[in-house]
């Protein structure tokens, strides 16, 4: 388990990562799983970790790989293989597709819930995390804005900023 860190939480930090970590999530699986073999269970998912919860929470995204047959040093090299590899893809990103991706994402958020209990967990979530409860529409405003200039800011200043030093399991 590898731990990028983000930025604190705000709707332009989740507009990004949600940008992020759906473009990286079919490669690195792709890559990392199907082809490289590495390990049965490959993901990258956001989380928030810190002492407080809420809006004053450090994001950031957590990468998992878990095998039986490699040493997490060697996992760990293959994923920033991977990370330096996908840097020209995030480069080559036209405004077209950061705008097409965008708009998915968008569709997928204003989904109305299914379920009382989806609703509710949305409420819950946003009490619990100190968040307005337009959070949502906060986010979407701030994927409409998103440009392949600012991804590839993030994408810089998040995974390549420096070795991955990330805690080994």
């Given at each position: 388990?590898?731990?990028f860190?983000?930025?604190?939480?705000?709707?332009?930090?989740?507009?990004?990562?949600?940008?992020?970590?759906?473009?990286?999530?079919?490669?690195?699986?792709?890559?990392?799983?199907?082809?490289?073999?590495?390990?049965?269970?490959?993901?990258?998912?956001?989380?928030?970790?810190?002492?407080?919860?809420g809006?004053?929470?450090?994001?950031?995204?957590?990468?998992?790989?878990?095998?039986?047959?490699?040493?997490?040093?060697?996992?760990?090299?293959?994923?920033?293989?991977?990370?330096?590899?996908?840097?020209?893809?995030i480069?080559?990103?036209?405004e077209?597709?950061?705008?097409?991706?965008?708009?998915?994402?968008?569709?997928?958020?204003?989904?109305?819930?299914?379920?009382?209990?989806?609703?509710?967990d949305?409420?819950?979530?946003?009490?619990?995390?100190?968040?307005?409860?337009?959070?949502?529409?906060?986010?979407?405003?701030?994927?409409?804005k998103?440009?392949?200039?600012?991804?590839?800011?993030?994408?810089?200043?998040?995974?390549?900023?420096?070795?991955?030093?990330?805690?080994?399991?």
């Amino acid at each position: 388990i590898v731990h990028f860190q983000t930025d604190r939480m705000h709707p332009s930090t989740t507009a990004r990562m949600l940008w992020l970590r759906r473009y990286l999530h079919e490669p690195m699986f792709n890559k990392l799983r199907t082809t490289k073999q590495l390990g049965y269970i490959v993901s990258m998912s956001s989380s928030g970790f810190g002492p407080i919860r809420g809006m004053k929470s450090m994001r950031g995204f957590t990468a998992r790989v878990l095998s039986n047959r490699y040493s997490p040093p060697v996992m760990q090299r293959e994923l920033e293989i991977f990370l330096r590899e996908m840097e020209q893809r995030i480069a080559d990103l036209t405004e077209e597709e950061v705008e097409q991706r965008s708009e998915a994402i968008i569709a997928s958020l204003l989904d109305p819930p299914t379920s009382y209990s989806e609703e509710a967990d949305e409420y819950w979530g946003a009490i619990l995390d100190e968040r307005s409860f337009n959070w949502t529409d906060m986010v979407v405003d701030e994927l409409r804005k998103l440009s392949g200039d600012n991804l590839r800011a993030c994408y810089n200043n998040w995974f390549l900023n420096s070795p991955i030093q990330g805690a080994r399991s």
